[in-house]
């Protein structure tokens, strides 16, 4: 079966720096995305990676590992608005999108 | 601006009461896609429609249904809404079905609660 694994949930400190792993067995590749979802809100899209390597965007940046199925969103200079779920998800061979259940990032003062 | 809207944002109905979710978009997306997701898990695919092509999960109930009348506008009804319904449903948009970036733009739900 296809499966998306990340952490249930992670606590981290305003202004600090926090690492959220997604690691991945899906039927075939094409693409992985990171989705931010404040608590009762809709996904909105945040990053997008299709070859490995580090994508930067501002405060967040996006790694992939094909090879090793891995993936990490990290947050930089974290805001108490960060605060949310983050979800992974792969789009396998059939270009079906494949999720994961989502991370809860829990920011304190 | 372009966007998603679903309509209603919170729903309250009884067991058995039948229940119809709308979304519409501006986006003119041809893709557009009906979500359940339960708290704390992932966003399950319910269906997704290709232009009028109609793609229906095979793990999806009968108890859901879904109609797009046209590019604009897509509905998600719920026949006979048990306990297990209760859920937020994401519609989503998106250009084509899935080659490049093609990033989904949701609309901000519909909460469902069944009493």
């Known amino acids: 079966g296809q499966n998306i694994d990340q952490p249930t949930e992670m606590t981290a400190t305003e202004g600090a720096i926090v690492q959220i792993n997604c690691t991945y067995q899906?039927?075939?590749?094409?693409?992985l995305f990171w989705y931010q979802q404040h608590a009762g809100e809709a996904p909105t899209f945040l990053s997008y990676?299709?070859l490995d390597g580090l994508e930067e965007k501002g405060r967040f940046s996006s790694f992939l590992s094909r090879s090793k199925g891995y993936s990490y969103l990290l947050l930089k200079e974290l805001q108490m608005k960060d605060s949310a779920s983050y979800l992974c998800a792969v789009r396998d061979s059939n270009y079906q999108l494949i999720w994961g259940a989502g991370t809860k990032l829990i920011i304190k003062p | 601006d372009a966007m998603v809207i679903q309509n209603p944002r919170y729903q309250v109905t009884q067991f058995g009461k039948p229940v119809t979710l709308s979304c519409s978009q501006t986006l003119n997306h041809n893709v557009m896609y009906w979500y359940q997701q339960k708290s704390s898990q992932a966003p399950k695919l319910l269906f997704h429609?290709?232009?009028?092509?109609?793609?229906n999960e095979a793990d999806t109930p009968d108890n859901f249904q879904s109609r797009r009348p046209n590019t604009s506008f897509c509905f998600l009804d719920i026949r006979s809404p048990g306990l297990g319904d209760a859920a937020m449903y994401l519609c989503?948009?998106?250009?084509?079905?899935?080659?490049?970036?093609?990033?989904?733009?949701f609309g901000a739900g519909s909460r469902l609660t069944v009493l």
């Open positions: 990676n299709v």
């Open positions: 989503a948009t998106s250009r084509d079905g899935g080659t490049g970036a093609n990033v989904l733009t």
């Open positions: 429609y290709y232009d009028k092509d109609f793609n």
């Open positions: 899906t039927s075939g590749f094409n693409g």
